[in-house]
């Protein structure tokens, strides 16, 4: 009966791990109230609170880690364009 509790429990725990996740897209829409970003493809990701915003906008490339938390994707980190290549 024990180890079938600690089966139980284990396997609670590693259904609410969070996940880990990259992607890449076009910025649609950010919503500075939020902390959100959207991306082309219609997906939301949470932005950190210390981000910079401003410096987000539509239609630029963007590559994004992220954990799903609760739910919501999580950004843990995100790569923009090099605007040096402009």
Do not use: C, H, W
Request: hydrophobic residues 45%; glycine residues 6%.
């Amino acid at each position: 009966m024990r180890t079938l509790i600690g089966a139980i429990a284990a396997t609670l725990l590693l259904s609410t791990a969070a996940f880990a996740g990259q992607t890449e897209g076009l910025i649609k829409k950010v919503d500075k109230d939020a902390l959100t970003l959207t991306l082309d493809d219609g997906k939301s990701y949470k932005l950190n609170a210390e981000t910079d915003i401003d410096a987000l906008k539509p239609g630029m490339d963007i590559v994004i880690a992220y954990d799903v938390t609760n739910g919501e994707n999580v950004i843990t980190d995100m790569e923009l364009p090099d605007s040096s290549a402009n």
